[in-house]
């Protein structure tokens, strides 16, 4: 038996339709949802990861200092980095095969081949791909980058990061000599 012999009065038709087209719709509407994938750049303190979270919501924010979280507690080990970088390129490739957006990328990325690996996934799965930068006036302080940061990175560190620093746009990005693993 077919759904609408079932209908027995007109505003029984009236609500089944109504109720098919909204089911339509809302399907419609969730395959055309935009996909969006932010790289994040810029120094530690530099407002990174409060502009992430800001952009960031509905979705996911994913660092690879994450990695180093135990419990509440910043654990480095820079001998540990590269595993941090695998481990943020898996749970990224996952977050993106499930479609889930905005996908946040809160890493340094000074030089477009940090950000490839993640923007090459992000077009993989049909992600949008935008570079974002905090807009504080001291993203290129050292002295204030050094007292704003939250993992105790020093001047003399920061320093070294900002002579790395490099503009770059998604295509210079996606063009760029892929980087050497350790």
């Known amino acids: 038996m077919r759904w609408y012999s079932k209908i027995k009065s007109n505003s029984e038709i009236y609500t089944a339709i109504k109720n098919t087209s909204r089911f339509n719709l809302m399907s419609h509407k969730k395959s055309l949802k935009r996909k969006i994938m932010y790289i994040m750049r810029a120094c530690p303190g530099a407002g990174k990861s409060t502009l992430a979270h800001k952009l960031g919501k509905g979705g996911v924010v994913y660092a ?36 889930i957006t905005p996908i946040v990328i809160d890493n340094t ?36 980058l050094a007292k704003r940061n939250r993992h105790g990175v020093t001047k003399e560190s920061i320093e070294r990061k900002l002579e790395r620093y490099t503009p770059y746009t998604v295509e210079e990005a996606l063009n760029a000599e892929p980087r050497k693993e350790d």
């Open 64 to 99: 690879g200092d994450d990695y180093f979280m135990v419990g509440n507690k910043y654990m480095f080990d820079e001998n540990k980095l590269m595993d941090a970088h695998k481990w943020n390129l898996k749970r990224t490739e996952k977050a993106a095969k499930e479609g």
């Open 109 to 144: 990325n000074l030089v477009p081949e940090d950000a490839q690996p993640y923007m090459k996934i992000g077009i993989k799965y049909g992600y949008e791909i935008e570079i974002a930068e905090p807009n504080t006036p001291w993203k290129f302080d050292a002295d204030e």
